[in-house]
């Protein structure tokens, strides 16, 4: 299956693995890279010399392309940039920001730089300062979101940029992907789905409660301080919603949120703990590897697309 996207990364299938906070670590990401998608390591707050051994040991079990999800909000996103060109890191994607002011540093170093967006704006913007692709991730999406759903946002982003799109949100299986293709996308960015992966290194509980998912099991919390978190239901997220809605302060709020997708990848917690995970969760019901996962979904795709 060749696009834009398969040229522009050098990778056999046009699926992205989504760069998830605690989530995503050189296990799960080289594991996709090597079955032929764009495996992402998720930088998240962690300090330049953890996101450095992790691509180091990236680097060790895998020779394909791969890449680092840097979530811009971080204190230490400055000295993961530079990290980013030392370690000669093939594709860059960015969250939670505007990665403007590190864009010369990694265009020059041959970086492919791909930023998360969720308004036709910002996608415009990002193709303007040089950016080599976008991710159009909709609301459906796992943890940090944006306002429009993925079927609105992906045509209208595709209409309004040259470079290509990659779609988010929502997207777990072949029907996913041939939607997002026909809507404009020339690839599509999964996470839920690859969380209950064999090599996904996340605590068994956090798997087992998006496999058990329904449609219906996703909540969002902090849209109140303008960050909105979608995850599964739980202890955690309803007692946050309570004390939002009783115009709890930011500082309560975070206070409760604090260090809980920690709690739920590594300890297990699936009370206290914020299980992010997409609207789509209802629709994953199997583990299985993540070479079994994107050949299952690009077959799929393939069987319905003209």
């Not at 060790?60 to 996103?77: C, H, Q, R």
């Not at 998360?116 to 910002?122: E, K």
């Not at 998912?213 to 969002?220: G, L, Y």
Request: some cysteine; glycine content about 12%.
């Amino acid at each position: 299956m060749k696009t834009e996207i398969t040229k522009l990364l050098g990778i056999e299938y046009p699926i992205v693995q989504g760069g998830m906070a605690w989530v995503a670590e050189y296990h799960l990401a080289s594991a996709v890279s090597n079955a032929g998608g764009l495996g992402l390591i998720g930088a998240a707050n962690a300090p330049a010399d953890w996101v450095r051994d992790q691509v180091q040991k990236m680097k060790e079990l895998t020779d394909k392309p791969f890449g680092v999800n840097i979530m811009l909000m971080s204190p230490y996103a400055d000295e993961v940039a530079k990290v980013m060109v030392e370690e000669k890191v093939p594709v860059v994607t960015t969250g939670a920001g505007n990665p403007e002011k590190y864009l010369s540093i990694w265009k020059d170093a041959g970086i492919r730089v791909i930023p998360v967006v969720a308004s036709v704006a910002m996608a415009k913007r990002m193709e303007r300062a040089g950016a080599d692709a976008v991710v159009a991730e909709g609301c459906e999406a796992g943890g940090h979101i944006g306002e429009t759903t993925t079927m609105v946002l992906v045509p209208q982003i595709a209409d309004a940029v040259q470079i290509p799109v990659i779609a988010a949100g929502g997207i777990a299986d072949g029907r996913g992907m041939a939607a997002a293709f026909m809507l404009g996308a020339k690839g599509v960015q999964m996470g839920t789905h690859f969380v209950v992966t064999k090599e996904c290194q996340v605590h068994q509980n956090y798997k087992d409660r998006i496999l058990k998912a329904k449609d219906i099991d996703t909540r969002v919390t902090g849209r109140s301080t303008g960050h909105p978190v979608r995850a599964l239901r739980n202890e955690m997220t309803r007692k946050y919603l309570e004390m939002e809605g009783n115009g709890a302060s930011l500082e309560e709020l975070e206070l409760l949120a604090v260090g809980g997708l920690r709690k739920a990848v590594v300890d297990g917690d699936v009370k206290g703990g914020s299980l992010m995970a997409g609207q789509i969760a209802g629709l994953v019901k199997e583990s299985m590897s993540c070479k079994e996962l994107i050949e299952k979904v690009v077959s799929e795709a393939e069987a319905l697309l003209p």
